[in-house]
């Protein structure tokens, strides 16, 4: 969790300082004490010295990636999903075709119908990801908090179709308990409410 | 006598092959290995337990890779330049003692192919002629890269050979003999007989030039990758490119035994430590140094290389001969 917590610090540190660089030997004489002093005033030996501590200390970073996986940002854009309304399990998308619309690499594709309740439901849903640049546009743009951009980011396939299609996205309905509301991109933030102001009508 | 003679070299000679073959192997994994550990990664991890059989699938991948040779090259040197530097790295060997004389059923063995009394110019001779491998392959490939990597072959070649003449100049004096069973006889006495105390200026001054000599890091002008793309070997592939590998590996392992034998008392016993576990630690160290360094240090441009070898190394060791001449004489 310390990781995630590191991820989601926005706050760019303020450490930075310039290297302060010697001027440049001119003369052969200078260039000489210059090596004298890299070399003989232990500057190489401080080298060796780091590399040989680290070995020692065996502090390795090396996360093996097929085992070990590193925590991805809650924000983090990758492969859609469709979301489903957490008590009736309808599908949360009405078809307005926002996301088709605003989609710039135009890679979403719907055909939509009016179903036996008079709700307007979505009948195909594609997203070609052999051209979706995953700006997140359509989940932002998305009014319901139906299309959202989920974690599973380990999308190589035999097939470019994989992963597209709208079964592919959609919430199962028997894993609709483990749906959790979205928190990501695009979603209202937790303060939404406290931050939204009442639109003044009295002018 | 003499068919048992010519059957104990032959069986030297194979034993000598075959063993640095697999230690050249050997030591890519103990490379990649110890780089990561400096740079805090893992290095190989996959095949077999701790990667150890990465060694092995590097070997299947040289073997079965295509034979490859460019049509602008030229066939026949292009196709013999690996030969040289791996055969000359295993000829190298030939005049080195690796360890002390042991006994098998009354037959006393000389672990050393041929004791020629002029063994170290016989080695430094050869190892030097392994030049010509990279030079003539930068040479044959038709490539700018590879031709760069064989101009600066040249330049390695001309700035280094000088200092390990000069230096190994000091520690002949002394010892009166060019075979490096005197040298390591003369330093029999324990550590305080080592060479490395009367010699230490020859002692830095060889190892530097050792490290030209093997192309290894602070003078891997040769094939630094991030100039001249892999230098020499850039159209090799294959077993070819695999035999360049096995000549510096080789190499490598030689230095390490010169540098043991000529300053750091050879494979006398040491302390309670046996003569052959002495001298095969203080190779390995060699050739732990030679990854430490390469872990450690940036290299070095081809124009500094020249001005250290000529300008700084080879008058240190002119004024090491002179004074070594100075105390002899006194």
Excluded at chain 1, 145 to 171: C, P, W
Aim: aromatic residues 14%; charged residues 20%; glycine residues 8%.
């Amino acid at each position: 969790m310390d990781m995630l917590q590191q991820f989601q610090n926005r706050y760019v540190s303020n450490g930075y300082y310039k290297v302060k660089i010697e001027p440049y030997p001119k003369t052969p004489w200078e260039k000489f004490k210059r090596v004298v002093k890299r070399s003989l005033n232990y500057e190489l030996f401080v080298g060796l010295k780091i590399t040989l501590r680290e070995m020692i200390r065996f502090n390795i970073h090396t996360v093996q990636y097929p085992k070990e996986k590193l925590p991805i940002g809650p924000r983090y854009r990758a492969i859609h999903r469709l979301l489903r309304l957490l008590e009736s399990g309808n599908e949360r998308c009405i078809g307005c075709g926002l996301c088709e619309k605003i989609c710039i690499a135009n890679c979403i594709r719907i055909d939509t119908k009016v179903d036996e309740n008079g709700r307007k439901v979505p009948t195909e849903y594609t997203i070609n990801f052999g051209r979706c640049i995953f700006c997140g546009y359509c989940a932002e743009v998305c009014p319901e908090l139906a299309i959202v951009h989920g974690g599973d980011y380990e999308n190589a396939s035999e097939q470019r179709a994989h992963f597209a299609l709208k079964e592919d996205m959609l919430t199962p309905l028997d894993k609709l308990k483990e749906q959790k509301e979205f928190p990501g991109f695009g979603a209202p933030t937790p303060e939404a409410d406290r931050l939204i102001k009442k639109t003044p009508l009295a002018y | 006598m003499e068919s048992a003679f010519i059957i104990e070299t032959i069986i030297k000679i194979l034993v000598v092959l075959g063993l640095f073959s697999a230690l050249a192997g050997f030591g890519t994994y103990v490379e990649r290995k110890v780089l990561a550990f400096m740079q805090r990664r893992l290095g190989p991890m996959h095949v077999g337990p701790y990667g150890i059989l990465q060694v092995l699938a590097d070997g299947i991948k040289l073997f079965t890779k295509e034979d490859f040779i460019p049509q602008g090259a030229n066939r026949i040197i292009f196709m013999i330049a690996p030969i040289i530097t791996a055969a000359t790295a295993f000829i190298a060997m030939a005049a080195i003692p690796m360890f002390p004389e042991f006994t098998i059923g009354g037959y006393t063995v000389k672990p050393i192919i041929s004791d020629i009394n002029v063994g170290l110019l016989f080695v430094l001779g050869v190892m030097a002629t392994g030049l010509y491998g990279p030079l003539l392959a930068g040479m044959a490939s038709g490539n700018k890269w590879s031709l760069l990597g064989a101009a600066r072959t040249a330049i390695q070649y001309l700035s280094y050979e000088v200092v390990t003449g000069l230096s190994i100049l000091a520690p002949v004096m002394i010892v009166g003999s060019l075979s490096l069973i005197d040298f390591n006889n003369y330093q029999s006495g324990g550590v305080s007989d080592w060479l490395i105390w009367k010699q230490p200026v020859a002692f830095i001054l060889f190892l530097i030039a050792g490290f030209a000599e093997t192309n290894r890091t602070p003078f891997d002008l040769l094939e630094h990758e991030a100039e001249v793309i892999s230098g020499y070997a850039t159209e090799y592939s294959g077993m070819r490119w695999g035999l360049f590998f096995i000549g510096e590996y080789a190499n490598m392992f030689t230095i390490g035994f010169l540098v043991s034998l000529i300053f750091l008392g050879g494979f006398n016993d040491l302390w309670f430590i046996p003569g052959a576990i002495a001298i095969l630690l203080k190779v390995f160290f060699f050739f732990f140094l030679f990854l430490w360094t390469r872990a450690s240090w940036p290299h070095i441009r081809p124009d500094q290389l020249m001005w250290l070898c000529w300008k700084v190394l080879m008058p240190i060791a002119v004024i090491n001969v002179v004074i070594t001449g100075i105390v002899m004489m006194f």
